[in-house]
């Protein structure tokens, strides 16, 4: 049996000139599954029932089970999904006032062991398929009722170790009869994977690129990150400046502030003296503790004093508040919780 949801646009249009169907139906039947979000081909009421019954003899479509949901009282929601073949994943729906934002998984666990994150120490499992990731993004619309406006590829795994899969998701996510949400709202986040940071610099659709730096000094980010030991900082800068260039695009920069360890003075010379001169913006996220961890969150006052000093220098600063932290909203803590009982 063929899973529709697992066709791209071009898949599906395959599948309709084998089926010698009229070219239309490709976008009816693309919009059924990614705007209408059914799961039963019997609802497409505009496919006459001779060739909803033919569908159905090959095909079926597909729906991420929603396995548990928890609310935080900020109005973030946590999302744990569970995946055909019984691995989990987790989402999470930030809503803001005009922006209604999904945070996606991208694999199933990661292999990076990056000392800020609940993920890391899961292992990597697998990596997600395109529709598996755009399918997260489709179940949050379904089950909160808002439209989602923003998508951010910042969940559990590295996007860029599943860099085909996560072009195919934006490619639906995006598409006119997919979700149709804007590429410019779409951000890509990752630990910095040099390779694929030029790759992306020359895909065509206009979406955002953020790079997890957490550490402006090779010593501290090896630490932290260790894939800095394969992708050293300054040829992540190197590739930072390609995109930057060739997309006439900010990049973000997000900073994990961790008490104690990369909120001294030494750190803002170093990230001034990194980044000065790039088209850039910072996002200051505080560390959302796990368990086990060892590491301290600062206190807002701490993450206000690290920007301050930072201004002068580098003005595109935003502080972005921890959401959701009572629901473990903290990249791979719910998925963790579960894998763990
Ligand atoms: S921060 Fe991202 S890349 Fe690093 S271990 Fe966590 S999920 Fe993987």
Redesign the pocket.
Known sequence: MTNLKSLTFQGLTDLVKRLKWEDYRVKQIFSWIWQKGISDINLMTNLAKPKREQLQKECYISALKLSDRKYAQDRAEKFLFTLEDNHNIESVFIPESTRKTVCVSTQVG?A???K??Y??KMGFTRNLKFYEIADQVLQVQLLTGERISNVVFMG???PFLNYHECLKAIETINSDFGLNIGARKITVST?GIIERIYDFADFPLQAKLAI?LNAANAELRNEL?PINNKYPLKELIKAVKYYVDKKKKRVTFEYVLIKGINDQPKDVKALVKLLMGISCKINLIPFNAYPKSKFLSPSIEEMQEFADKLYPELPAITIRKSRGSEILAA??QLAGKVSNM
């Open positions: 990661c990076l062991d990056c800020i994150c993920t890391g559990m795994g590295e630990s997890s990150m990249c791979g």
